[in-house]
């Protein structure tokens, strides 16, 4: 009999991440500059420790993951892979369903699988500080966690109207010892900037992002971590897939498909991308596999942006990444599917996306709800609203096994808890949610302003 | 080396709840009736169903765990046992500090232990619907999700208040499919009643109980829950302490302390009556053992009050108990230990404190949320404020092993995060908290209106 849960001893946690640079059929297109020149580590080293850097450039297959980050994982870690027996009986399907949680970190989601290395490799390097931006709070609160671990002082800019309308997250940051802003501040020059234009400004992402940047780039030692997008954050997230495959061989099994959801593309490249290795080694058992990136229809990047090099912020401070875009102006509207906002995705995951290696899938909002209120009620967690588009893919995929009734397995990463998303439930059973398909034209406008490049 | 988490596998789950009535020096003081004279389970049949009446009133040493509610307990269950290794470094103790997680319930804390099979029996005996009150809603949660699981539906009369401010835990039941009113409502006469009088009435935990009370006197299919105090509540949270055993045994040590925070008395029960099994066996290892109950000073039972027959609620409906108590009209202050302001305590607490077997210790609140961030801080989880007063004293017990250098093993519990009280967090750390400890002329005089009982 399956069990339910399936741990792993402490002692059996992966010792190395996995690098899946070193498996791709082509190399990685590199990051240019605003001269259009590619970017090496030296140019990113104004706010970018040097070890970290190396891994963003690195194609090694195997990356040791450090004692003292090991250590710090295993106030969690390694994370259950769980059997979703409840749903599959209220579903009655012929497939099997597991997910890896991840809610079970101290913030509660995967992020912390990065920020934990982060903190170390800048502890390492001599940053004296670090710095962030936030929006719901969910990587400023795993990174202010992780800089506690290391006894490193964190300052994280967080949106204004966030900070004042979310202040749960906040309240978190700063029992871990974060301080934290409402983002415009009077801290920095695009702070200043931002509130003589408007001294009411409600802060953004992208202006949040400026602030954080130029403070790690005034400083030298001060630094600036990021929570997706970039390859060794995905590098670090691949500790998810790596332990669900060690689970999988006690209980005998094998994925079929596996499903994340996909936003700067973290814990999907987390999850996904130790199953591609085995693709690419050439293990029968992965012949058939499919990796689904799973986005919402109102931010479509993988499945109806455009492969090519864009920004990676919307004011355009950033060097200019390969990727599957919306055009960095793209404005999503304010769905609640919090880390599926981004213009763009992970460059890797864009690239595997093009070379026909992962799915995109786009869902709509509602339906994902409708997926995490039926999962919650068959098992009992409740889902983070980014996790939800995860299972509404897992669902479909065990409905349609049902009707061909194939035994098929099914693995999607359940990213994190809830518990600071309940006012999004909230307004889903007042009715006052709705689905929103972003319109071709309105993307189609947005990809006129695409950089020229080469 | 001890590992930072001892798992059980899920086939090492204890099969039997143990009653630590069988090994009372004396048989309990039974409940009275209005009369005065001793209630039988055919008085209460009216809002419970006779199998949990069998329980609350058995004698029997061990009882079976039904298969449906280990495989609702599987969801989450065994908890793990953690060793608090940073937070010994932080304090530079030569004590081990252990404690067992019951935030990873997918109601976030211990309740769902008895929530489940109190769902499961009633199921069982024929009942159609469930009721109960909940103040901020941890209760409430637990048996929405238990009764969930049953197919069982559950109305929760949610205090007025709580309702408006505190809508996160609503939601949470709402997604558990529950229903949930603003209590008073006028479903019933009590809430009629109270609405008649003030219609911005704006509730109170007594008149939610007084709601939900009626309800199941009301309808021969309708049953009322109750989240503590009660007997079989706290036999099935002695789960917690049965698995930690486990553990320990696992481990090779034993616990020379065990620490629970004590409101109406069942997670330090579930913790700690499975150790004091082993006292009254004579096992060596428990000789020197001690219990500790945590409480706040601002609603000092255990340590203040006094060891009576009086009402389990405010109104004065409920049979009599002997407890320690600070008499039914005790009003605690509004501090933010919520599960803690209960006047009375469980009568087997009450009982084993009366007979020298459990320590009483009160804490103040100030020093509590101190406990509880530095936990934090070093472990990462953030406790709920109830778990925090167990923390504080389980530092404590650290702080003088540090002096006198002994080797002492701490065990507490943890019973709950904090996920939904970071807003008391936020009062912390702007200072908004304080200090409260009940003057004993207050408890004398609230004491003086004890019922007079034979």
């Not at 599957?324 to 102006?329: E, M, S, W, Y």
Request: charged share 20%; hydrophobic share 40%; glycine share 10%.
């Amino acid at each position: 009999m399956i069990p339910l849960r399936t741990y792993l001893n402490p002692d059996e946690m992966p010792t190395h991440w996995y690098n899946v640079v070193a498996d791709m059929k082509n190399p990685p297109a590199p990051p240019l500059g605003p001269d259009g020149q590619p970017m090496g580590p030296e140019q990113m080293g104004a706010i970018f420790p040097m070890n970290i850097l190396e891994q963003e450039m690195s194609s090694q297959r195997w990356i040791e993951i450090p004692e003292e980050v090991r250590q710090i994982y295993a106030l969690w870690r390694p994370a259950p892979l769980c059997r979703a027996l409840r749903l599959e009986q209220a579903l009655g399907t012929t497939a099997k369903i597991f997910y890896k949680y991840e809610g079970v970190s101290p913030a509660g989601s995967h992020k912390p699988n990065s920020a934990v290395p982060q903190a170390f490799y800048n502890k390492e390097a001599g940053t004296k500080k670090l710095t962030t931006e936030t929006g719901a709070g969910q990587w400023g609160s795993s990174i202010a966690f992780a800089g506690q671990m290391f006894g490193l002082p964190v300052r994280v800019f967080m949106v204004k109207v966030s900070y004042e309308q979310k202040p749960f997250r906040r309240s978190m940051m700063q029992t871990w010892g974060a301080e934290v802003f409402a983002s415009p501040t009077n801290l920095t020059e695009a702070g200043r900037k931002a509130l003589a234009a408007d001294p009411e400004c409600q802060g953004s992402l992208g202006l949040a992002i400026s602030e954080a940047v130029e403070e790690a780039a005034a400083d030298k030692e001060t630094c600036y971590t990021l929570g997706s997008v970039l390859n060794h954050v995905l590098l670090h997230q691949t500790i998810i897939g790596l332990e669900a495959k060690k689970q999988f061989d006690k209980l005998g099994l094998y994925p079929d498909v596996v499903v994340g959801p996909c936003g700067g593309g973290s814990s999907f490249g987390g999850i996904a991308f130790p199953f591609l290795a085995d693709k690419a080694a050439g293990d029968k058992r992965a012949n058939n596999l499919r990796c689904v990136a799973v986005e919402p229809t109102s931010c479509p990047t993988l499945t109806q942006g455009a492969y090519a090099y864009d920004f990676g912020d919307a004011s355009g401070y950033t060097p200019l990444m390969k990727m599957f875009t919306l055009g960095h102006d793209f404005m999503p509207p304010g769905i609640h599917a919090g880390g599926l906002r981004y213009h763009g995705a992970s460059p890797l995951v864009s690239q595997l996306t093009h070379e026909g290696l992962v799915e995109p899938l786009a869902v709509p909002q509602l339906a994902t709800f409708e997926a995490g209120v039926q999962f919650a009620r068959a098992e009992g967690i409740i889902p983070a609203p980014e996790s939800c588009h995860a299972i509404r893919a897992a669902i479909d995929e065990a409905l349609k096994a049902k009707v061909t009734g194939e035994e098929k397995v099914i693995l999607f990463s359940l990213t994190g808890h809830g518990h600071f998303d309940m006012a999004s439930y909230d307004k889903f059973f007042a009715g006052k949610l709705e689905d929103f398909a972003y319109p071709a034209e309105a993307i189609a406008d947005s990809l006129k302003h695409l950089p020229q490049v080469g």
